[in-house]
């Protein structure tokens, strides 16, 4: 359960995310992040933010590090992309690496937020049944973006 003071930051972190019904990527992750740090600290734990750090999880709470995942609506059945080096500490470190599945952070349908926690075996069979995927992630660049075509 979460404190009075706690609850209320994360009110006015969500009512901020849903003006005008529009949730941006970076927005709704700090969202979830704020959020598990608050039920860390809950649970009697001291949680970090490290998402900067270039470490292959977003929160370390001891002794738990923690890669969040944010979905403004319900993740059910929803993939959940990990990225090689996070794969891989989960591989080294079961038992400490914990998946936090974030979702409704929109609350556009009334749903509340909703945390799934996925470790240990359980997080390790879902990444044996899945198949590497390459990704590209190009920089769009200010000068690209200005000069491509617009559609209106």
């Given amino acids: 359960m979460l404190a009075a003071s706690q609850a209320e930051g994360l009110h006015g972190t969500m009512g901020r995310l849903t003006v005008g019904g529009v949730v941006g990527n970076k927005e709704t992750e700090q969202a979830a992040i704020t959020h598990v740090m608050a039920l860390e600290r809950a649970a009697g734990r001291d949680p970090k933010d490290v998402h900067t750090s270039g470490l292959p999880y977003d929160v370390e709470s001891s002794p738990r590090m923690i890669e969040v995942k ?17 794969v891989e500490a989960a591989r080294a470190n079961p038992e400490r690496y914990y998946l ?24 390790l069979a879902m990444i044996e049944r899945t198949q590497p995927q390459i990704t590209y992630w190009p920089t769009l660049r200010a000068a690209e973006y200005d000069q491509a075509e617009r559609l209106l």
Avoid at 70 to 86: K, T, V
């Fill in 70 to 86: 944010a979905f403004s609506h319900s993740a059910r059945s929803e993939a959940l992309p990990l990225e090689h080096r996070q």
């Fill in 100 to 123: 936090y599945v974030v979702d409704n952070l929109a609350g556009i349908d009334g749903a509340e937020i909703g945390v799934r926690i996925l470790h240990g075996e359980a997080l």
